[in-house]
């Protein structure tokens, strides 16, 4: 899904710039440090107000009018000097909207999706109507898992969306006459849409190059990046993700989940960018292991990325007296290539990355100079060395050029193999290339895509360009996505993965990279500044004075004060920040302020806590308005999760319950694949062994368990019309 790409590919710079958008603030460092300082101290649920004010403009581009519950803003940005590749430049403005979303006037469900059923796409029913299934499995990329289910329903969500153009690929900027700016595509518009499905349609639209939600209380989901791989013309994943971050700070975010199941050059990247950062790609940003499926820890994480990391590739390139494999030619090949012992499947992968990065902006032969650059490698060799070695490979090819035949570097290396030593011929055939001969010719390298070898030949000067001859076209960067995804599929991915020698190490391998591609659920704690030294900032940690057994206790809210502010001030304040807030506590009051015995409400707040701290207080709702309604962001639905695996909550994953106690668990623990159907009848091992029928048992051992569940592969009904859809994506490069 998140196909994410390291470099951002330079971007055209502008022949002239329009006093328009000159105005306009720059997107790749919107918005700014003073501006993020000067709003440091605020809570979110203020933040995000001062900031549309002085930022936005209200429009109707993006949300219908006939929408009573949401409210559209509109920031428009310059994205440095660059434009469109039209002969006439235009000038590159990004659109952010900002919808406000009244959750408590919405026609859809109150409850947030990604807090309340968290993967949740897809559900079969009981013809009963009951749940069957919880299943994840058919979403469309990502959902945040690590989720705030247990806070109270917030009275707002703010969507922040930048749209794309399905034509040119450009932020989609819409002009008065509904017409896209850079193509001139013509935008529909959603007048005469059903409020409901326009709701649903936009909010869960997969093909934003941007789409984060933040509820009124500062928690928040990543929900959609598309860079370029994902379909962007102009802005990478890491603009995006820069803006996003800044952004977040800037609005006093206090956490962000993603869910990182992201792909790159088809490959599944979270396991890739583990392997050779230590991390997701989401780690560039701060964003930090939040829980695991299955029941995995963090440190189960961090063993996995460093068994693989350094998993030795020595075992894999020994073969005995067979003949050699394609992955071995492969793995000796890069191996060959690179001026650092690559030891480790972390170094060669990072390799390989570092390769198809340096493709972008140069060829292999200055992405060799530029690895070298770091080595020593010429201090153990005289010039002379190197070149009278060259000069004899030279001779073997004009020896080999009669019948124009090319010569593998395997045979070169084996002819000249007791001339020198083997680090001195590595190093004299990787810059072989571009060589001149003494009857006038030149060395060319190409690369055999059959072989994965490189084979040289000369050629005449004057058949060359210039350029291949410095920069030949030996490895090229869909050659090397090409290997580093037959490598990626043959050493570490459990479906596809080959057999490794001896069988433990295979199963070592498999366990280890399951457990990664098992982590998906991350999370970034922003921490806002809490400090004003012209006023008291408080954190306020509320108890409801009549709590019922489920009642849920909110995260504390930020309370700022003037210097003189009494306690009868922060009563009030505490009130208005908590009903503004949560949609459960409407016409709320603070009765007490705990901690502190009885206190009058005239006694000044900074003898008591300071310019910053955080108290206790405690308050009811006179007309419990709401309460049942309003109480979780994850709705009145309950179930228990009990899995064999651990797992004690819905961690996104495939579910099933017990026919008999109810409880939930995963498919997969209960050795049903995610491609196979659910039995009629199913009973859990505890259930079983309690009632002592064996023949509707599913036995601890998968394999067994897969046969008892293709007795009657009869679904118990069809997909949910009223189940909740998430159908988001995240797709950068």
């Given at each position: 899904?998140?196909?994410?790409?390291?470099?951002a590919?330079?971007?055209?710079?502008?022949?002239?710039?329009?006093?328009?958008?000159?105005d306009?603030?720059?997107?790749?460092?919107?918005?700014?440090?003073?501006?993020?300082?000067?709003a440091?101290?605020?809570?979110f649920?203020?933040?995000?107000?001062?900031?549309?004010?002085?930022?936005?403009?209200?429009?109707?581009?993006f949300?219908?009018?006939v929408?009573?519950?949401?409210?559209?803003?509109?920031?428009?940005f310059?994205?440095?000097?660059?434009?469109?590749?039209?002969r006439?430049?235009?000038?590159?403005?990004?659109?952010?909207?900002?919808?406000?979303?009244?959750?408590?006037?919405?026609?859809?469900?109150?409850?947030?999706?990604q807090?309340?059923?968290?993967?949740?796409?897809?559900?079969?029913?009981?013809?009963?109507?009951?749940?069957?299934?919880?299943?994840?499995?058919?979403?469309?990329?990502?959902?945040?898992?690590?989720?705030?289910?247990?806070?109270?329903?917030?009275?707002?969500?703010?969507?922040?969306?930048?749209?794309?153009?399905?034509?040119c690929?450009?932020?989609?900027?819409?002009?008065?006459?509904?017409?896209?700016?850079?193509?001139?595509?013509?935008?529909?518009?959603?007048?005469?849409?059903?409020?409901?499905?326009?709701?649903?349609?936009?909010?869960?639209?997969?093909?934003?190059?941007l789409?984060?939600?933040?509820?009124?209380?500062?928690?928040?989901?990543l929900?959609?990046?598309?860079?370029?791989?994902?379909?962007?013309?102009?802005?990478?994943?890491?603009?995006?993700?820069?803006?996003?971050d800044?952004?977040?700070?800037a609005?006093s975010?206090?956490?962000?989940t993603?869910m990182?199941?992201?792909k790159?050059?088809?490959?599944?990247?979270?396991?890739?960018h583990?392997?050779?950062?230590?991390?997701?790609?989401?780690?560039?940003?701060?964003?930090?292991?939040?829980?695991?499926?299955?029941?995995?820890?963090?440190?189960?994480?961090?063993?996995?990325?460093?068994?693989?990391?350094?998993?030795?590739l020595?075992?894999?390139?020994?073969?005995?007296?067979?003949?050699?494999?394609?992955l071995?030619n492969?793995?000796?090949?890069?191996?060959?290539?690179?001026?650092s012992e690559?030891s480790?499947?972390?170094?060669?992968f990072?390799?390989?990355?570092r390769?198809?990065?340096?493709s972008?902006?140069?060829s292999?032969?200055?992405?060799?100079?530029?690895?070298?650059?770091?080595?020593?490698?010429l201090?153990?060799?005289?010039?002379?060395?190197?070149?009278?070695?060259?000069?004899?490979?030279?001779?073997?090819?004009?020896?080999?050029?009669?019948?124009?035949?090319?010569?593998?570097?395997?045979?070169?290396?084996?002819?000249m193999?007791?001339?020198?030593?083997?680090?001195?011929?590595?190093?004299?055939?990787?810059?072989?290339?571009?060589?001149?001969a003494?009857?006038?010719?030149?060395?060319?390298?190409?690369?055999?895509p059959?072989?994965?070898?490189?084979?040289?030949?000369?050629?005449?000067?004057?058949?060359?360009?210039?350029?291949s001859?410095?920069?030949?076209n030996?490895?090229?960067e869909?050659?090397?996505?090409?290997?580093?995804?037959?490598?990626?599929?043959?050493?570490?991915?459990?479906?596809?993965m080959?057999?490794?020698?001896?069988?433990?190490?295979?199963?070592?391998?498999?366990?280890?990279?399951?457990?990664?591609?098992?982590?998906?659920?991350f999370?970034?704690d922003?921490?806002?500044?809490?400090?004003?030294?012209?006023?008291?900032?408080?954190?306020?940690h509320?108890?409801?004075?009549?709590?019922?057994?489920?009642?849920?206790?909110?995260?504390?809210?930020?309370?700022?004060?003037?210097?003189?502010?009494?306690?009868?001030?922060?009563?009030?304040?505490?009130?208005?920040?908590?009903?503004?807030?949560?949609?459960?506590?409407?016409?709320?009051?603070v009765?007490?302020?705990?901690?502190?015995?009885?206190?009058?409400?005239?006694?000044?707040?900074?003898?008591?806590?300071?310019?910053t701290?955080s108290?206790?207080?405690?308050?009811?709702?006179?007309?419990?308005?709401?309460?049942?309604?309003?109480?979780?962001?994850?709705?009145?639905?309950?179930?228990?999760v009990?899995?064999?695996?651990?797992?004690?909550?819905?961690?996104?994953?495939?579910m099933?319950?017990?026919?008999?106690?109810?409880?939930?668990?995963?498919?997969?623990?209960?050795?049903?694949?995610?491609?196979?159907?659910?039995?009629?009848?199913?009973?859990?091992?505890?259930?079983?062994?309690?009632?002592?029928?064996?023949?509707?048992?599913?036995?601890?051992?998968?394999?067994?368990?897969?046969?008892?569940?293709?007795?009657?592969?009869?679904?118990?009904?069809?997909?949910g019309?009223?189940?909740?859809?998430?159908?988001?994506?995240?797709?950068?490069r």
């Amino acid at each position: 899904m998140v196909e994410n790409h390291i470099i951002a590919r330079p971007l055209k710079r502008a022949r002239r710039t329009t006093r328009v958008t000159v105005d306009l603030p720059d997107f790749l460092d919107f918005p700014s440090p003073a501006a993020t300082a000067s709003a440091s101290g605020k809570p979110f649920r203020v933040a995000v107000r001062s900031f549309l004010s002085s930022h936005a403009r209200l429009t109707t581009d993006f949300a219908p009018p006939v929408l009573p519950c949401l409210m559209t803003w509109q920031i428009l940005f310059r994205v440095g000097d660059f434009v469109t590749d039209a002969r006439d430049p235009l000038p590159i403005v990004v659109a952010l909207y900002v919808v406000e979303e009244d959750v408590t006037r919405s026609s859809r469900s109150v409850y947030c999706d990604q807090c309340r059923v968290v993967g949740e796409s897809t559900r079969l029913l009981h013809p009963t109507g009951l749940s069957r299934v919880r299943s994840s499995w058919a979403c469309l990329h990502s959902v945040p898992v690590l989720s705030w289910s247990s806070h109270p329903v917030c009275r707002k969500r703010y969507h922040f969306i930048i749209r794309s153009c399905p034509d040119c690929a450009n932020p989609l900027h819409i002009s008065e006459s509904r017409r896209c700016k850079c193509c001139n595509r013509v935008v529909s518009g959603d007048d005469d849409v059903d409020v409901g499905q326009w709701e649903y349609s936009n909010f869960q639209d997969a093909t934003y190059l941007l789409h984060g939600l933040v509820h009124s209380n500062g928690y928040g989901h990543l929900l959609t990046v598309n860079g370029r791989e994902g379909g962007s013309n102009l802005l990478s994943g890491f603009h995006i993700m820069n803006f996003w971050d800044r952004l977040c700070t800037a609005l006093s975010v206090r956490k962000v989940t993603v869910m990182d199941v992201s792909k790159k050059y088809g490959m599944e990247y979270r396991l890739l960018h583990a392997i050779t950062r230590g991390h997701s790609w989401y780690g560039n940003w701060g964003y930090e292991f939040g829980s695991g499926s299955y029941a995995l820890t963090q440190d189960a994480y961090k063993r996995a990325v460093d068994n693989l990391s350094s998993m030795p590739l020595s075992a894999l390139l020994f073969q005995g007296r067979k003949s050699r494999t394609r992955l071995q030619n492969i793995i000796a090949f890069y191996q060959s290539l690179s001026c650092s012992e690559l030891s480790t499947l972390k170094d060669l992968f990072s390799f390989l990355l570092r390769l198809i990065t340096e493709s972008h902006k140069t060829s292999m032969p200055k992405t060799s100079k530029m690895l070298e650059s770091s080595t020593n490698v010429l201090c153990a060799w005289t010039r002379n060395d190197v070149e009278s070695l060259q000069q004899a490979m030279i001779k073997v090819l004009m020896a080999a050029s009669a019948g124009s035949n090319r010569v593998t570097r395997r045979a070169l290396k084996g002819v000249m193999c007791k001339s020198a030593s083997l680090e001195l011929l590595d190093y004299c055939l990787k810059h072989l290339r571009g060589k001149l001969a003494a009857n006038g010719k030149v060395v060319e390298a190409h690369c055999n895509p059959n072989s994965s070898d490189i084979e040289f030949r000369l050629q005449p000067l004057c058949s060359l360009q210039y350029d291949s001859i410095l920069d030949s076209n030996c490895l090229s960067e869909e050659h090397i996505k090409d290997d580093l995804k037959f490598l990626l599929d043959s050493l570490l991915h459990p479906e596809t993965m080959l057999t490794y020698r001896p069988q433990a190490t295979g199963e070592y391998v498999i366990d280890s990279a399951t457990k990664l591609l098992d982590c998906k659920q991350f999370v970034k704690d922003y921490k806002p500044y809490a400090y004003n030294p012209f006023a008291i900032c408080v954190w306020c940690h509320l108890e409801l004075s009549d709590p019922a057994k489920d009642d849920p206790v909110p995260p504390p809210e930020l309370i700022v004060l003037p210097l003189n502010a009494t306690i009868g001030d922060l009563k009030t304040e505490a009130a208005k920040a908590f009903e503004d807030v949560y949609a459960m506590f409407k016409r709320f009051q603070v009765e007490y302020l705990l901690d502190y015995g009885s206190i009058e409400d005239n006694i000044t707040l900074k003898l008591l806590v300071g310019t910053t701290g955080s108290v206790r207080v405690q308050g009811r709702c006179p007309s419990k308005h709401g309460l049942n309604r309003f109480r979780m962001e994850r709705g009145t639905e309950n179930w228990t999760v009990d899995c064999t695996c651990g797992a004690k909550d819905d961690d996104g994953e495939r579910m099933l319950d017990c026919d008999t106690c109810g409880v939930w668990q995963h498919t997969r623990c209960a050795g049903i694949d995610n491609a196979d159907a659910i039995p009629v009848k199913f009973i859990c091992t505890r259930c079983t062994s309690s009632l002592h029928k064996k023949s509707v048992s599913i036995p601890n051992s998968p394999k067994e368990a897969r046969r008892f569940s293709q007795l009657d592969t009869t679904c118990r009904g069809a997909v949910g019309s009223n189940a909740p859809r998430i159908t988001t994506a995240l797709t950068v490069r």
